[in-house]
């Protein structure tokens, strides 16, 4: 019952998780993660769950951590459905600068991984969506950091337009990518 593990957008180190997934008529039953089939990818250690509930039209994003403790995140829908995107922020990287989405929801066993040196946002598209995430790194106050999820430049195309969202203050006053520091 191993994970499988999928290149995904084009994008370096994007990967789409899936793994068995088991109906019933009592309802169903998957592993959502297992520590043997992750440290065979080559992936690194994850340290932190989080989970966050969302009414319809929330978008939360574009978030990253900026060095030393940046962190990649495996993304899952558990409850609802959302449109998740993330950007490439690795200047470096040939595909600086370049987006990818993709919908998740809780029908299966699908999760998403984000790669630090990425910002990952989303949207939620039911009445509610539970959004639950590893991180390989705590959250800090400090090296918090994003970038404006409606910046045009990013080529997102977003399910919901900009006067139906739902952001925060914070998040609506994120810099555009091309104004924002340079971290990776």
């Not at 994007?14 to 080559?42: H, N």
């Not at 922020?89 to 809780?106: H, W």
Request: charged share 20%; net charge neutral; aromatic share 12%.
């Amino acid at each position: 019952m191993a994970l499988t593990f999928k290149s995904y957008g084009g994008l370096d180190g994007l990967l789409l998780i899936e793994g068995p997934f088991f109906p019933d008529e009592r309802g169903f039953f998957f592993e959502a993660f297992r520590v043997d089939d992750w440290a065979k990818a080559g992936l690194p250690p994850l340290v932190q769950d989080n989970l966050s509930r969302s009414k319809r039209g929330t978008v939360r994003g574009l978030h990253y951590q900026i060095p030393p403790k940046a962190v990649g995140k495996l993304v899952r829908c558990s409850h609802g459905r959302i449109f998740d995107a993330v950007v490439d922020l690795r200047r470096k990287s040939p595909t600086y600068g370049r987006s990818a989405s993709i919908e998740l929801d809780d029908s299966g066993n699908r999760m998403f991984w984000v790669p630090a040196g990425f910002a990952h946002g989303f949207c939620a598209l039911s009445q509610s969506a539970d959004v639950a995430y590893k991180v390989t790194d705590c959250w800090s106050a400090e090296v918090d950091a994003g970038i404006r999820w409606n910046d045009p430049a990013l080529g997102i195309i977003w399910p919901i337009s900009a006067c139906e969202a739902i952001v925060t203050a914070k998040d609506a006053a994120l810099p555009l990518l091309a104004d924002a520091a340079v971290h990776f």
